[in-house]
């Protein structure tokens, strides 16, 4: 009876370990957040609404403390929040404009040489390489550029023509980059077109032309060849042997620090869908990052989270079918353990 009521006591104490302090402490470290979602022009709109909502609040809050450096503090924080959504609102209304459907990818390839493209980005599918090796392209602009052979398939189509016009907003790195440190890669002024917007639907058409060219040739975009296009120009994924593409100098000056290894990436973050959310917005989860939003779509995000999984802990489905045969075996043990100590303690008595 004693070792019952001990149990229960452990029962008891893991069960408020568990339900209670842990979660609160994780809501703590880890706010929630909302699911990833994959219009992008809402999803920027409706953080920048928040975010200017969190510093209304704390303006609020400075205002009852009376504290007028406080109150000076929090009203530029207001100030700057409101440019923020200003500024997203007035860009996404801008690419909202754009009729992709009227893209034309013949005139697309055209002003994708005559717009400079070709300057920096290889579309090996199309015969064009890369102007630069890896090297060469880490030196002059910290990162290597990516191949946009996929680029229209695994890409948003929004999300490729915001990138083209405007690509420090659209990855959302503008608290990074500015008149005063430019981003890279530049926005898309127009080719000498009579409609900039036009232009950059044919753009959209081309690529997405190059991508069924590249499935037609290849097959199925393989994890693999997703990841070395949407992710290992910054990251390592050591467990498949795969490098980053960019030098590891130039690439943490770039960023500020080298981008992690994703081998073991599964296992630490992808509670409450982390990865996917972290891959859709990364400034959403973690704030003030370098690391800029992906944009893919769905199907590609869900992709590479698969592909982080299959290598990263490829034995999850065998560990977790055993698991139960080992709380089982347990069970079994803990019962026979109780009753060869009731066999030798009555014979004690």
């Known amino acids: 009876m004693k070792e019952l009521k001990i149990f229960a006591i452990v029962v008891v104490l893991s069960g408020v370990l568990y339900w209670g302090i842990e979660p609160y402490a994780h809501s703590k470290l880890h706010p929630h957040t909302a699911a990833a979602e994959y ?4 999803e920027d709109t409706d953080y920048a609404k928040h975010f200017l909502e969190e510093k209304i609040k704390a303006l609020d809050e400075a205002k009852k403390s009376g504290n007028e450096n406080a109150v000076q503090a929090a009203q530029k924080d207001v100030d700057t929040a409101q440019k923020i959504l200003d500024d997203y609102t007035a860009f996404w209304a801008d690419i909202n404009a754009i009729d992709l459907s009227k893209g034309d990818a013949a005139k697309g390839a055209e002003t994708f040489t005559a717009g400079g493209c070709v300057g920096c ?45 405007n690509p420090t907003m659209a990855l959302k790195l503008a608290h990074k980059f500015n008149d005063e440190k430019p981003f890279p890669m530049t926005g898309f002024f127009g080719a000498g ?17 190059v991508s069924a060219e590249y499935e037609k040739q290849h097959g199925a975009i393989s994890d693999e060849k997703l990841f070395e296009d949407a992710c290992q120009r910054c990251h390592d994924m050591k467990y498949d042997k795969k490098y980053a593409l960019s030098n ?29 959310k972290f891959i859709n917005d990364t400034q959403k989860m973690l704030p003030g990052t370098s690391m800029p939003r992906v944009g893919l779509d769905k199907a590609a995000e869900d992709q590479i989270v698969s592909y982080i999984q299959k290598v990263g802990d490829s034995k999850k ?10 709380m089982i075996y347990f069970f079994i043990l803990g019962i026979f353990a109780w009753l060869w100590k009731r066999k030798v303690w009555s014979e004690l008595h």
């Open 193 to 209: 077109g009579e409609d900039m917007n036009k232009e950059i639907a044919d753009i959209v058409a081309y690529l997405k032309s």
């Open 248 to 276: 590891k100098v130039n690439l943490a000056a770039y960023m500020g620090s080298n981008p992690p290894d994703l081998s073991m990436m599964i296992r630490s973050k992808n509670s409450d869908n982390y990865l996917a």
């Open 39 to 42: 219009n992008f022009s809402a």
């Open 317 to 326: 489905d065998e560990r977790e079918s055993l698991g139960i045969y080992v």
């Open 121 to 165: 980005h290889g579309v090996e599918v199309a015969g064009m390489p890369a102007p630069m090796d890896n090297e060469t392209a880490s030196q002059t602009f910290g990162v290597v550029p990516p191949d946009l052979s996929t680029a229209g398939k695994i890409y948003d189509d929004k999300f490729l023509a915001a990138l083209i016009k």
